[in-house]
Structure formats: structure tokens, C-alpha cells
């Protein structure tokens, strides 16, 4: 790919319409909102003037022990409360300050629409609820299984799943028991690629498989003899995900769908790149038995920190009845009840009821799974309808091929689809990753996958135009110039400079209190 790429002089500077140059905006440094002078953090609400308010607690109904006559609360007007929350938000880097460019986690712009659908009235409803009270909610689910279903190509869909990790495990889960009741319990292998996302790995482990990692090829892709080699009467499944994590299609995913069915296993597919196929090209009709849909990542809700999110699990026909229960299917369709009867009849028409499908592995998740997610998702879907959806595959992959034409950092696989993996080279790809939120940009993942040395792994998504593209590569240029001191110092321009990331993952304080207790 580096072949092929534009001088580096010609794409600092952006031609003017009128053929001026105007300087790319890399150059410009960036300052994240820091608020205090001594280095301590924004003071909390609770550290505030405080205010003694009575509060009615006769009323509550509560045993004496557990009520108050009053309250301290800070004495804030609106405008005050609006600046704290504003610049707490400042303190920190989202999407709606900058581009997001973290490769595999898909982090996208989510058009507020589908919150504001999420947010109607009768969207959440009591989950103790009869069937009879809440059609418009099973409907929903309903359609949501069918369009899942045929995005995938797949003949059944479960919405249950509460991430896509949740959905890795109960597709193995789903596997599993597809297998024991053809009385193959014995197979105990899961082939899992070295390229494979680390839930992959634990997947298979946590569903009591011995995991066989799978060598790339050359190319970066899935080696065929090393695959021939791994398969046997033992393999219960292949996880894949397609395009894989160097942003590279598995061109011979026919061929793999073929060797790993011939032993007689399973194919699954890890969907967390679905956005690169989306409305062109469906991992059923590769030969994909089970998937999993991350919603937070290829539809809408906003993610990171652990979410929430949904990961909703498709399978072919043959693995339907070992689907978690319950699902939701149609009961008035002509031909009587049927789960895949597709969703095309009218809104507000139809009977639709709970069901346990005939070989269940059981219930995964409380009532509907996370289910605002799946009706934030349903709402994207249906405002982008097929061309949308093909669409946004088209911009995230050709914004990841520009972006990858446009960097000085080798990107020694490609073309790419969703995403590409570059390489940092002589720089350490966690400094480079500090170094940039100096310029405003946030990072790409970093030092995965492991094929790629200094892995710089990058996802711009379809949300981003040319012009944020050029700042991403030009924040990537001015690092890629810096030396080790600089990277290592980084980054300056924060609110918080380089903190404990293990401790704070470990360690977390939940409250202010726990401040105190120190
Ligand atoms: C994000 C991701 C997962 C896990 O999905 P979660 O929804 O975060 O649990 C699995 N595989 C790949 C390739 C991913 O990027």
C-alpha cells in the first residue's frame, strides 16, 4: 500500500477552491478544558455550598429507620448546574469532540433520532407484563429478528444476548448443543484464528472447548493448510470474522466453509465487522451457520465502557430449535405459527406471542434482553432502509482505504475494508496513541493485532467526511515526525496526563466518598 501513495509534501496542505493553501489542521494544537490551577479535578456537586432541605418522608410509606426529615443538597441554580456537567464534559474525549478512529470497536457518531425513539412513550415497558398487553413490543421484536435475520442471511434470530461477547458465548452455547443432540458431544475443539478478537479465545475456553489457534497466511488471511492441518472429527467449530481484523476479506471463505462442514463442524461469525458487508454481502451466504450482530457497533447506541449494548445471535435452520428461549413469532400467519415468517405485513396487524424453541439451550438474559438498544437499533435500521445501510459500508470502507493512502505509517496489509492495521514502526504504538490526543484526534486501538508490529489499528467509520479524514492523517504525520522524548511526555494537552490504566480498571472508586476514606 505504501507504494502507491501521494508525496507526503502534497497532502499537508489542502488546496483552497480558489488554489490557495490554507494549513492542515494538525498544526494546530489542541487543549482539552482543564478548570483548575492547583492540578486537582473539577469539584464535585457534593462539594459545594450545601443547603438543609426538608424533605416529606411521612409520606413514603418507609419504616422509620430508613427515612430522613431532611437533606443537604447543593444550593446550585440551572446555569451552574448546566456549566458542571458541561465541563465535566469537556474533561474528557467522545465522539461529539472529535473523530474516534478506534479500530474494531466501531466507534460511530449515533444520530440522536433513535434516542428520541427510544425515549416514546410505551418504547420501555414493565417486563412483568402479559404477552397480550405488550403486542406493539413483541411486534417490534419480531420485526427486529426478521431484519437481523435477513441482513445475516440468516433463519432465526435471538435479541437476547446482552453484548457481542454475551452472543459469542451463546452461539458457542448453541453449537454445543446442536452437536450433543447428534450425538457428536465428543467433538471438544474450537479453531480460533491468532488474528481473532481476545472474546473469541475466552468463548470457546468459558463453552469448555480446547482452543486451536490458526497461524495467518502470508497475506495476513486464514492459512488453508494450517486450517486443513487444525480440522478434525473433533472440531466443534471455526470462529471467524470476515472481513478479518487487518480490515482484509477472507477471500476463500467458500473453500473454508466447505473444509470445516466436510469434518462435519460448525461455522461462526464474529459480526463485529459487519459494517464493512452490510447490504452487500451476507456471512449466510458464505456458509456461516451461528453469528452474533454487535448493535453498538454496526447499527446505533453509543458504547464504550462497557455499554450497554446488545448482541443479538443468528443460525441456520438446522440450529433454530436450540435458540435461547423465549423468542417471539407470529401467530395468525397464513400457514400457522411461524418463526420465519417474514415481517413484511402491515404495522399494528397481526398476533404475536412468546415461545420456548423445541430443543432450548434456556433463558440467557432477564425478560428481553437490553431491550431500548435493540428498539434504538430497529429505529436505525428502518430510517436507513437497504440503501442506507449498503451505503454506509460503501463510506466505511472507502474512508478507511483514504485515510490508509493518505498516512506516512507503513500499512503493510491491504487493501482493506472497514478498517486497516498500520505500524508504528520504531515508536511505541501506546506513546503514539498518548502523543495524538494532542492534536485533538483520539487514538486508534493499539498493539492489536499482534501480526502487525506497533499495531496502529484503525476504524474511521462511515460517519467521518474527507476533511476530518485529513486532520486524522495529519495528526498521524505530525506524530509519526516526533521523537521518543515528545511521544514519551505525552500527552500534554489534556485534562489528565498518562494515568494508571490498570488501577484504575482494577481499583475503581465508585464514589467520592471513597476519595475520603483514603
Ligand atoms: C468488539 C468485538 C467483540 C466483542 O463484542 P462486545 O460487544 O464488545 O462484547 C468481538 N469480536 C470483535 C472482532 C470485536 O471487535
Redesign the pocket.
Known sequence: MSDDRTEPESVRSVAEPDGAERRRPAETRFDQARWTTDGTYEPLLAEKDLTRVEVGADDAGLPDALTRDSVELPALSEPELARHYTRLSQMTYGITSGPYPLG??TMKYNPPFTEDVGALPGAAVHPDRSDESIQGTLELTFRLQDYLGRIGGMDAVTLQPP????G?FVGIRVASAYHEHNGEGYRDEVIVPES??G??FATAALGGYDVVSLPSDEDGRVDLEALEAALSENTAALML?NPN?LGLFERDIGEIAEMVHDVGGLLYY?G??LNALLGRARPGDMGFDVMHY?V??TFATPHGGGGP?A?PVGVVEELAPFLPAPRVRRTDAAGGPDANESADAPVGEGRYELFDPEHTIGKVHGFHGNWLVLVKAFAYIARLGDEGLADASAKAVLNANYLASQIEYEVPYGPVHHEFVASAGDQDAADVAKRMLDYGVHPPTTKWPEIVSEALMTEPTEVESKATLDQLAAAFDAVAAEDDATLEAAPERTSARRIDQVAAARNPRLSWQALDDD
Open positions: 474494531s470497536c453484548a457481542g461477547a454475551a459469542e481473532a478478537h472474546t473469541n470474522t481484523t464474529d463485529a465487522n454487535n453498538h457497533k449494548g448482541g
